[in-house]
């Protein structure tokens, strides 16, 4: 047999009143006079009271925060129709209209943070789709939700790459990997809400489909930047043979540093990327020199600025 369970129901503790109006005293005395045993038609006249005055008016009467009656002594039931009988409509007590007061700035400010954050999310996502190379969808982990709420990731419908080689898989969120054994699981694509994925969103500045050229390597896009400030030179020492300088900067027991900090074979892997090129005529290296400048082609500044 299973055994009886025994629900006990306690009252908690109240906070001390604090009431608003001076009948107070004497209400509580004559409550404390009815109060004992109550029948059906007693808390029939309560919950009366408590009906056509409402919550607020309870509070007010009682002097605290009123929870129900069914959480309150019989006391208090009676200090409510007593007041009741009498008209009473006394002020909330000023703990209760500071605290509602302070509850209402903290959900004002709640909704503040609230709208800028989704301002953000929106100006951020409309810079990353105007970055993207192909078009881009949002969709929403229907499986997981964290504290905010789910995840909304990002999603192409080709395979695309980033980086030198990391490949994205089409229908796939852009922060998973191809080889992940356990999907994201996504819902429809959604209109116009912005991802929230973070790792997404810095995917989808960086995705190319896979026929495009990869990005410039962090050294690569540094030469880039000193080709297109002119200070990248093929010069021809005195018997020796053709060398790509930097003239920006002093070589070290060439020429006494005129020359330049050697950079031919970067140099070298731009040209056959097809970034930059080099003038046939000679013109004034940045060290009183003379060479033959390298200039970035139409698809090196937009590497460099991609």
């Avoid at 409309?126 to 078009?135: R, S, T």
């Avoid at 192409?156 to 980086?163: E, M, P, T």
């Amino acid at each position: 047999m299973r055994p009886h369970r025994h629900v006990v129901t306690i009252t908690l503790p109240q906070p001390d009143p604090s009431p608003a109006y001076p009948e107070y005293e004497e209400l509580l005395h004559e409550a404390g006079r009815r109060d004992g045993l109550i029948g059906p038609q007693d808390i029939a006249r309560m919950e009366d009271a408590i009906g056509r005055r409402g919550g607020d008016w309870c509070t007010a009467v009682l002097g605290r925060p009123f929870p129900g009656l069914g959480r309150v002594p019989s006391r208090d039931g009676w200090l409510l129709v007593l007041a009741d009988e009498r008209g009473l409509t006394p002020a909330l007590p000023e703990f209760v209209v500071q605290a509602r007061a302070e509850e209402a700035s903290q959900r004002q400010r709640r909704a503040t943070l609230a709208a800028l954050k989704s301002e953000t999310e929106k100006r951020r996502w409309a810079l990353g789709v105007g970055a993207a190379a192909v078009e881009l969808a949002v969709r929403e982990n229907v499986r997981h939700s964290g504290v905010g709420g789910s995840l909304r990731h990002v999603t192409a419908a080709v395979d695309l790459l980033s980086g030198r080689s990391r490949r994205h898989a089409a229908g796939r969120a852009l922060c998973e990997t191809v080889g992940r054994t356990n999907p994201l699981h996504l819902g429809e694509p959604l209109e116009g809400r912005p991802a929230t994925c973070q790792r997404c969103i810095e995917y989808a500045e960086k995705v190319r489909t896979l026929d495009a050229p990869a990005p410039p390597t962090p050294s690569e896009a540094a030469l880039l930047r000193l080709i297109q400030s002119g200070a990248v030179f093929t010069v021809r020492p005195a018997r020796r043979q053709p060398t790509v300088r930097d003239t920006s900067v002093r070589s070290h027991g060439v020429a006494s540093g005129a020359l330049g900090r050697k950079v031919d074979a970067a140099a070298a892997k731009v040209q056959r990327r097809g970034w930059a090129v080099v003038d046939e005529a000679n013109s004034a290296t940045q060290r009183g020199g003379f060479g033959q400048r390298w200039r970035l082609t139409d698809a090196g500044t937009a590497a460099l600025e991609g």
